[in-house]
């Protein structure tokens, strides 16, 4: 300990804050997290620096971004990120970048930038503590002015009865956004965001990352006399309820403004839902409804019930979206290695003794050899492990397989979809493989505990999620890991597309594909029935009271005990109560198993995706009228591998949403 305490301090005196004026490269950090405040978790943080080359000539160099932890020898305590930079004589740049920060003792954990050149010499660096954990929730305000964010601020804090005041400034931390994040992940940190600005400040990049972070699941709040652009004022219409009530439409095909299909569909005060996320549209700072929405926040035992339950997810007895389907489609459509079973292993054993004892025992004995057996049995045990080797090998890849699902999620009124990728490469030896993916997917740390368990039970004695201890970000994201043989491992990522239109159903009942792309399977389901598409093609308009249906309660209901389980609803959907579970019998539990037991020999189905779900419609489209699923061979993530030629498998699916009517 007395040793390390000097170190420490050495290398501290020499991570300034601001890079040297020496240096060749400046580096300094503008902010983490939204304005400096954030929660450490499975969340993207928000790193923003400025780098700045103070010579006078063009040098290449690359910057190195980590967490490191004082108290284990300066080591990375996250996945470390490299960027490769070219700069021209005094050139400086402002990086923005996703780091995930790992909770820890704050006091022992720094965030550190790093400048290498050519020679990789250190060129620049700085470092700065990583600061006290937020807790509670994190609200971001975007205003026209400090003003007005001090008096929401104030508004917010002082609604609702002192033991409510007294909650809220416990639970909530409020920020001014000066500079709203153009990155939809840079919200992450946020629950709630609260725009009281002219949307005409803000980039058509801006705008996204907040339509982005509303369907990531985030709560946005528009002060409607603050945005200024247009969009009819009143209190929003009532959608009418109906059988199979996809809204329609063509709206999307003139020129809009900010979340208008939703602003027109949302009255003062009430939340919608919007992808996993909540949209709030309130009049005025200074209004009612501004009061009553933001009272239940700190909700105490004196506040009304009524009041507990406007607020997104209080007192609603609602489960969150599924996010298995990739998962799903992974083991469906991905490569798979196909081990013996206990069963051919057993007659291989049984095999192997049946011959030794019939040559050895019999043979043997009956010629007057049985000396030969020292020679026998093992030629038998060597013959033998060579058949079972060849056998068992047979379908082991030859060559290395890269395999790409994505699951894009939006709905019937926008084409701006979030999308949750998963990445398998397969190895047909012992080596090291350089995966390539776009840039604009951002890494996802793997989930420990149950899912490695989930992995393994999938494929046995295979890998799982990749370790991943950092990567290169330009253009594309870069990174190498190390396969054994006969092995694969699996890389995560999060993103959002915007498709040429979307799914939509016009007044005469007709089902538009305006996304761009064409399916290869589709199907719409609803509380009652399930249709059944086949192919989509782009551009395709087809009749849903001409496709054949089935009953949604009998092809869903399934529960078997078997890992992976089938995937739930991609959506918010009520929890069913105790008397609607079913008591299976051992016939129905026997035959739902041996369904399951049979999917390997059987070609993909979009049905599949439905088994999982609860057979009561009406608590499966509690907030949703029906859902489209669509499985595409287009719009994948164009993954690669650096110097190889794999065997690829990739494939999308495109869930849409149908909330409401026209």
Same mark, same amino acid.
């Given at each position: ?15 300034? %804050? ?26 993207? #943080? ?42 021209? %004589? ?21 965030? +550190?930038?790093?400048? $290498? ?30 003003? @007005? ?5 104030? !508004? ?33 940190? *946020? ?13 058509? *990049? ?31 219409? /009532? ?39 909540? @949209? ?15 009272? %239940?926040?700190?909700?105490?035992? !004196? ?11 209080? *007192? ?35 095999? +192997? ?30 013959? #033998? ?5 060849? #056998? ?29 990728? =998963?990445? =398998? ?78 799914? !939509?159903?016009?007044? *005469? ?21 399930? +249709?059944? @598409? ?16 089935? !009953? ?9 005990? $078997?890992? %992976? ?43 599949? @995706? ?5 057979? /009561? ?46």
């Amino acid at each position: 300990m007395r040793r390390r305490a000097p170190l420490l301090f050495l290398f501290l005196f020499g991570l300034a %804050p601001v890079s040297r004026s020496a240096d060749a490269v400046s580096i300094k950090i503008r902010q983490v997290g939204l304005e400096n405040i954030y929660n450490p978790g499975n969340s993207p #943080t928000l790193v923003s620096f400025d780098v700045r080359n103070n010579t006078m000539q063009t040098i290449p160099i690359s910057i190195l971004l980590d967490e490191l932890s004082l108290e284990n020898y300066a080591r990375s305590v996250t996945t470390s990120i490299q960027l490769p930079l070219l700069l021209s %004589p005094g050139e400086e740049r402002t990086l923005r970048v996703p780091l995930q920060i790992i909770p820890g003792d704050n006091r022992r954990l720094v965030i +550190y930038l790093e400048a $290498r050149d050519a020679h990789n010499l250190i060129a620049g660096r700085t470092a700065r503590l990583v600061g006290s954990k937020t807790d509670g929730q994190i609200i971001g305000l975007i205003c026209t002015a400090p003003e @007005l964010c001090r008096n929401i601020q104030q !508004s917010i804090l002082l609604s609702g009865s002192p033991e409510e005041q007294t909650q809220k400034s416990k639970i909530l931390r409020m920020v001014q956004l000066s500079a709203p994040p153009s990155e939809g992940w840079a919200y992450a940190v *946020a629950s709630t965001v609260i725009l009281a600005a002219p949307i005409a400040r803000l980039s058509e *990049a801006q705008r996204e990352a907040l339509e982005i972070f509303l369907r990531d699941g985030g709560t946005l709040v528009l002060i409607e006399d603050q945005i200024a652009d247009g969009v009819s004022s009143n209190s929003g219409a /009532n959608p009418a309820s109906g059988r199979l009530s996809f809204s329609d439409s063509n709206v999307l095909n003139r020129n809009l403004y900010f979340l208008e299909p939703y602003r027109t569909r949302s009255p003062f005060g009430k939340s919608l839902p919007v992808g996993s996320g909540h @949209l709030v549209r309130l009049p005025s700072v200074t209004g009612k409804e501004f009061l009553l929405y933001f009272r %239940p926040m700190g909700f105490s035992m !004196s506040t009304p019930e009524g009041i507990r339950k406007q607020f997104p997810g209080s *007192a609603q007895e609602l489960q969150a979206a599924d996010e298995n389907q990739s998962t799903w489609l992974m083991r469906r459509l991905g490569t798979s290695f196909q081990f013996p079973s206990f069963l051919e292993i057993l007659l291989w054993m049984i095999g +192997y003794l049946l011959v030794v004892g019939v040559v050895n025992f019999v043979a043997l004995r009956r010629i007057g050899r049985p000396e030969w057996g020292w020679l026998s049995i093992p030629a038998i045990a060597i013959f #033998t492990s060579v058949l079972l080797y060849g #056998t068992s090998a047979r379908h082991r890849p030859r060559n290395f397989n890269l395999d790409d699902m994505v699951v894009y999620r939006m709905d019937n009124l926008s084409p701006l979809a979030t999308a949750d990728a =998963r990445v =398998r490469i397969s190895s047909p030896r012992r080596s090291t493989v350089e995966p390539i993916v776009p840039g604009d997917w951002v890494y996802s740390l793997p989930r420990r505990g149950f899912e490695g368990m989930f992995e393994g039970s999938v494929n046995p004695g295979s890998g799982s999620a990749a370790n991943v201890s950092g990567y290169v970000l330009t253009r594309s994201w870069e990174t190498s890991l190390s396969l054994r043989k006969w092995s694969f491992t699996e890389l995560n990522f999060r993103g959002s597309r915007r498709f040429a239109g979307t799914i !939509s159903r016009d007044t *005469a009942g007709r089902l538009h594909n305006d996304t761009g792309i064409s399916f290869r399977q589709a199907i719409v389901a609803d509380h009652a029935d399930v +249709y059944l @598409l086949d192919s989509l093609p782009a551009g395709a308009v087809v009749d849903l009271a001409q496709v054949p249906r089935r !009953s949604f309660s009998k092809e869903t209901g399934r529960s078997v005990n $078997r890992l %992976p389980a089938y995937p739930g609803p991609p959506f918010r959907f009520h929890k069913p109560g105790d008397e609607r579970f079913r008591n299976f019998s051992e016939a129905e539990i026997k035959q739902m198993e041996e369904e399951w037991d049979k999917l390997a020999a059987k070609p993909f189905s979009l049905i599949e @995706l439905l088994r999982g779900w609860s057979p /009561n419609g009406d608590d499966v489209f509690a907030e949703t009228r029906a859902v489209f699923l669509g499985l595409s061979d287009q719009a994948t993530l164009g993954s690669s591998l650096r110097d190889e030629s794999p065997d690829r498998k990739s494939a999308s699916l495109m869930v849409v949403t149908f909330g409401t009517r026209p």
